[in-house]
T-cell receptor, first 113, second 112 residues
Framework: EPEVTQTPSHQVTQMGQEVILRCVPISNHLYFYWYRQILGQKVEFLVSFYNNEISEKSEIFDDQFSVERPDGSNFTLKIRSTKLEDSAMYFC???????????FGSGTQLSVL | EDQVTQSPEALRLQEGESSSLNCSYTVSGLRGLFWYRQDPGKGPEFLFTLYSAGEEKEKERLKATLTKKESFLHITAPKPEDSATYLCAVIPSQGGSEKLVFGKGTKLTVNP
C-alpha cells in the first residue's frame, strides 16, 4: 500500500536554528498538509497546500514557518528560527480529494534545545 | 469555537470484553467525522469517515456510528493487537475550512 514518507524521523536542533522537515506524499494525491502533536496534547493543524499554494493555515503557522513543494514529489516544512515551544512531533499528510481521508506519515520528532 | 471531546481518556479491557468509545463534538456544522488509530511513535492511521447522522461503518471488530452530536466507536471482542490510541476528528462546515479538528484520543489497552 502506498504511504507518506517523512525524513528525518528525529531532529535535534539548537534554539534559533533553521530546520527543514521533509515529506514525500503519495504520488497521485493533490492535497498536502502539516500537523503537529506536542507530547500529551491533541494533534493540531498547521497548514494545507493545494495547487502549489497555501490554501489554509492556522494561527500557529506564523512568519517563522514556510512550506514548499520544490519538485513533483517532495513537500517541505521550514522553521526559520526555532523556539523551545516548537518541540513536537510533526506529521505530514496527503489526500486525493478534499474532505476525504488523510494519509499520515510516521512523523518527525523535533527537539529544540 | 469548534471542539471535539473524547471519553474515556483511557480504557483497559480484557481480551473479548466489548466496549464503546465516545466522541462528542460541538461544531458549526459537520462536513465529516473521522476515526483514526495511532500507535506509539507513529502517525494516525485512517479507520472510518462518517458524513451524516445515522451513518454506520464497520471493519473487522470495529464499528463506527454517528448522531447529530456524537460518534461512537464500538469494539467487539477486542484482541491485544487492538491496543492503541483512537482519535476522533471533525471537519467543521463553517468558513470552508478543510482542517481536521482532533480530540485528545482514548488510549485503549486490551489485556490477554
Amino acid at each position: 500500500e502506498p504511504e507518506v514518507t517523512q525524513t528525518p524521523s528525529h531532529q535535534v536542533t539548537q534554539m534559533g536554528q533553521e530546520v527543514i522537515l521533509r515529506c514525500v506524499p503519495i504520488s497521485n494525491h493533490l492535497y498536502f498538509y502539516w500537523y503537529r502533536q506536542i507530547l500529551g496534547q491533541k494533534v493540531e493543524f498547521l497548514v494545507s497546500f493545494y495547487n502549489n499554494e497555501i490554501s489554509e493555515k492556522s494561527e500557529i503557522f506564523d512568519d517563522q514557518f514556510s512550506v514548499e513543494r520544490p519538485d513533483g514529489s517532495n513537500f517541505t516544512l521550514k522553521i526559520r528560527s526555532t523556539k523551545l515551544e516548537d518541540s513536537a512531533m510533526y506529521f505530514c499528510a496527503s489526500s486525493e480529494r478534499t474532505r476525504e481521508k488523510l494519509f499520515f506519515g510516521s512523523g518527525t520528532q523535533l527537539s529544540v534545545l | 469555537e469548534d471542539q471535539v471531546t473524547q471519553s474515556p481518556e483511557a480504557l483497559r479491557l480484557q481480551e473479548g470484553e466489548s466496549s464503546s468509545l465516545n466522541c462528542s463534538y460541538t461544531v458549526s456544522g459537520l462536513r465529516g467525522l473521522f476515526w483514526y488509530r495511532q500507535d506509539p511513535g507513529k502517525g494516525p492511521e485512517f479507520l472510518f469517515t462518517l458524513y451524516s447522522a445515522g451513518e454506520e461503518k464497520e471493519k473487522e471488530r470495529l464499528k463506527a456510528t454517528l448522531t447529530k452530536k456524537e460518534s461512537f466507536l464500538h469494539i467487539t471482542a477486542p484482541k491485544p493487537e487492538d491496543s492503541a490510541t483512537y482519535l476522533c476528528a471533525v471537519i467543521p462546515s463553517q468558513g470552508g475550512s478543510e482542517k481536521l479538528v482532533f480530540g485528545k484520543g482514548t488510549k485503549l489497552t486490551v489485556n490477554p
